[in-house]
């Protein structure tokens, strides 16, 4: 039972739907969090540094390290032969990323040797006295260059349905078009740091930040080769996370124990920015070509899509991304007849991995701009050609895996949005501003947002917690989630505080450990409060039924009598307080610690049929964006954004609206101002903050208007009727993509801007000189 349905008779929540503070964020801005980087390590800790390879594709012929061993300060210098068990750090155990290359390299920047010293300016020093000689291969860098070469880390896979061909071509109207998403830097203000400690009998206790805390203590004892057991893993916080930390953590926290291991002294290793940039995967980037047919209405009759998908040198987590980019190649929209078809390309570059959206906001990208082209070709507003094509009623609600949209609210929040926003009149006003402004244009746009929440690898979707009442009454929570800053350890403490009916400060965050809590899965998806509260709620209500029974023993009375509200236990006519009822449940031995675990129900996925339900529920939102944009320049300003989303009921308001606007900016970044660059040799040329911009202060929009769509709740069973926030609001940001394009195309409106993304200053001038023929 939910939450929502307490007892007939039960006060109103206490505690949850109440906007409360991240319960860290006055150590963060007072900086007492503590991060990996921040603990105090023990007297002796070494500092390891990499060194990396300087080419993106051959083998080593020489590593000349003896200059590197005599360097001031130097302890010890790791190499591939210094793996005890099995020299493998990729997430699925499938043998292809070393923790240490032992020879053959496979992108710029992989490890070749590790310097272990006292000072971590030591052990950067040394790396760089390091004599490589190497053979150098002809690297495939780019997409193209991997398609010519039929170069795959996995087979090409489909979703199909119908004969999209057949109807593409008898369909009134078509259009063909090509473009490129690039990837994003997931700049975490925290970098990659881990800190092993070595224990009795062989012990390793590693802090690390990552958020698959069992993957690096099943990692770290794979390549030591240790049981499970022998590892501990913990972390209190990352300083961000964004799927940057889902498997690329494990190499980092492995390197650091193995050296823990070898010396029997503690080992800290904490990338440099420029290091962790180039060394550590990203958003993946695609190339994109599509047909469609439609209605001269604008109505879709079939859709062709491929996505060739820069995956790097191994596959690490892209069968689950790209598969996830295919999953929300429909946005919100239905497609009578369909091929998508994913080609996941490898590379000579870093491995791309996890970014927030996980794949979804590239799928949905592609939806949004492939409206604008349809909109364009038949004269129609891209709003109207929307709401024509969204999922509607009986054989209109299947997505292209076959799973029926059965909760679909984008009408209504469309429509309330359209309203809202003013959209109308501001369309008419922009229209007028740009038939007199020759060189400014404005924009706009209003998208829809329809997200999938559940992990599709379905053995992911559970999660462990371990609940400790003490005598006092106050109680210690741990769960298998980790915090990166998206609030939630608050949230999971608020439905602890709220079972109990306690004051949020009497109940205590503990540090995510795979000694309390194991084999969990990472926190990813935007699964993490909808699984790990769950869990906690689950072990809270073993506890309670424990005291309704000690209760009932020595009261005589059932539990529909007793309420836990307000710091005290309301039996019948009386009420105790809870530090005195758990005292004297004690004094009866009544156990009052329980664990407690949770699976996501109804989800189900054939990937060999391409069916079944890999999705709980959905996540839906829209937003709508103004843009202004130089056309002499390529300069783009966001002038104004509304945004209405729907989390269901809230567990706390605060935090999903933050969520909200930092994901809405985030997804701003990827799409207008970050661009990876590499050389024709696979070095990355944007590995800084020097040439890489990330969004500031200043790119926020200075109308940002959020609100949170008022909502009866998820219909599904989750915690407290509430909904995931944390991916979902990143792909809002695909409105700015769109209005960027509608300013353009407001230069020859019956052609589609050849704009790609991220839509940065050159990008809008290559587009606009594209669509006006170099008379702009």
Aim: aromatic residues 8%; hydrophobic residues 40%; proline residues 5%.
């Amino acid at each position: 039972m939910d939450l929502g349905d307490i007892i007939k008779g039960s006060p109103a929540p206490a505690v949850v739907h109440k906007p409360r503070p991240h319960d860290s964020a006055a150590k963060h801005m007072t900086g007492e969090a503590i991060y990996v980087d921040d603990i105090k390590a023990p007297v002796g800790t070494l500092h390891a540094a990499p060194g990396y390879a300087p080419i993106a594709a051959g083998r080593v012929t020489k590593l000349d390290l003896d200059a590197v061993r005599k360097a001031p300060g130097v302890v010890d210098v790791l190499t591939a032969a210094d793996i005890p068990g099995v020299n493998d750090v990729s997430a699925k155990g499938i043998n292809d990323e070393p923790a240490i290359t032992p020879e053959k390299i496979m992108f710029y920047g992989q490890v070749l040797f590790v310097v272990l010293a006292e000072t971590r300016d030591q052990a950067r020093r040394a790396t760089k006295l390091a004599r490589i000689t190497t053979a150098p291969g002809m690297p495939m860098i780019d997409v193209d260059d991997a398609v010519v070469a039929d170069s795959m880390v996995l087979p090409d896979y489909a979703f199909e349905r119908g004969d999209p061909a057949a109807e593409i071509a008898s369909a009134p109207r078509k259009i063909t078009g090509e473009f490129r998403i690039g990837g994003q830097e997931h700049f975490y203000l925290e970098g990659q740091a881990a800190l092993a400690i070595p224990g009795e009998d062989g012990d390793m206790y590693v802090c690390s930040s990552t958020q698959h805390p069992s993957e690096v203590q099943h990692i770290v004892a794979h390549v030591l080769g240790l049981d499970s057991n022998a590892v501990t893993v913990e972390v209190r916080r990352m300083g961000g996370g964004f799927g940057g930390k889902e498997s690329q953590a494990t190499q980092w926290a492995v390197l650091a124990a193995l050296g823990a291991r070898k010396t029997g002294r503690a080992c800290k290793m904490r990338l440099d920015r420029d290091d962790d940039m180039i060394m550590t995967g990203k958003r993946h980037d695609f190339k994109v070509d599509y047909t469609a047919g439609f209605g001269k209405d604008g109505g879709i009759r079939g859709v062709d899509v491929t996505f060739a998908a820069r995956c790097g040198y191994s596959e690490d987590l892209s069968m689950g991304v790209v598969d996830r980019t295919m999953f929300h190649a429909d946005s919100g929209y239905y497609y009578p007849v369909l091929r998508i078809l994913a080609r996941r390309m490898r590379t000579n570059t870093v491995s791309n991995t996890a970014f927030r959206g996980f794949g979804g906001p590239q799928g949905k990208l592609f939806a949004e701009r492939m409206i604008d082209h349809i909109a364009y070709a038949v004269g129609r507003d891209p709003l109207e050609v929307r709401k024509a094509n969204f999922y509607g009623g009986a054989g209109r609600d299947r997505t292209p895996y076959n799973m029926r949209v059965e909760d679909n609210i984008l009408p209504e929040i469309v429509g309330e949005l359209e309203r809202t926003s003013d959209y109308w009149a501001r369309r008419k006003a922009i229209t007028e501003f740009n038939a007199s402004s020759p060189v400014l244009k404005k924009g706009l746009a209003l998208t829809p947002v329809k997200f999938g929440i559940s992990f599709t690898l379905i053995h992911l979707n559970q999660a462990g917690a371990l609940v400790h009442i003490y005598r006092d009454g106050s109680i210690s929570l741990n769960h298998g989630g980790t915090e990166m800053g998206q609030g939630l350890f608050v949230k999971v403490a608020q439905v602890v505080a709220e079972e109990f009916g306690q004051e949020l400060d009497r109940v205590k965050i503990t540090a995510t450990s795979t000694a309390k809590v194991p084999n969990t899965g990472p926190t990813a998806a935007s699964a993490g409060t909808d699984l790990n509260a769950q869990a906690a709620l689950a072990a809270c209500r073993t506890i309670k039924d424990r005291l309704f029974e000690f209760i009932d023993e020595k009261w005589s009375v059932g539990r529909d009598a007793v309420q836990f509200r307000e710091g005290k236990v309301f039996i019948g006519n009386q009420a105790v307080e809870f530090g005195e009822l758990v005292e004297q449940a004690f004094r009866a031995r009544v156990s009052l610690s329980s664990t407690g675990f949770y699976k996501t129900p109804k989800i189900h996925w054939d990937r060999e049929k391409a069916s079944g339900q890999p999705f709980f529920y959905f996540a839906y939102g829209a937003a709508c964006s103004e843009v202004t944009i130089d056309t002499m320049t390529g300069e783009m300003k966001v002038d104004r954004v509304d945004i209405l989303h729907d989390v269901g009921k809230s567990l706390n308001p605060a935090i999903d609206i933050g969520q909200i606007e930092g994901g809405f900016v985030q997804g701003m970044g990827w799409l207008t101002t970050e661009e990876l660059v590499w050389d024709s040799a696979g070095r990355l040329a944007t590995h800084a903050p020097s040439t890489y911009k990330i969004p500031t202060a200043a790119d926020v929009p200075a109308d940002f208007r959020v609100a949170l769509y008022e909502s009866g709740g998820n219909r599904e069973d989750t915690i407290y009727r509430s909904k995931a926030v944390g991916e979902p609001p990143l792909m809002l940001a695909t409105s700015v993509f769109s209005a960027i394009l509608n300013a353009i195309a407001s230069l020859k409106p019956a052609v589609m801007p050849r704009l790609d993304a991220p839509a940065t200053p050159e990008a809008i001038m290559r587009a606009i000189r594209a669509t006006t023929g170099g008379d702009s």
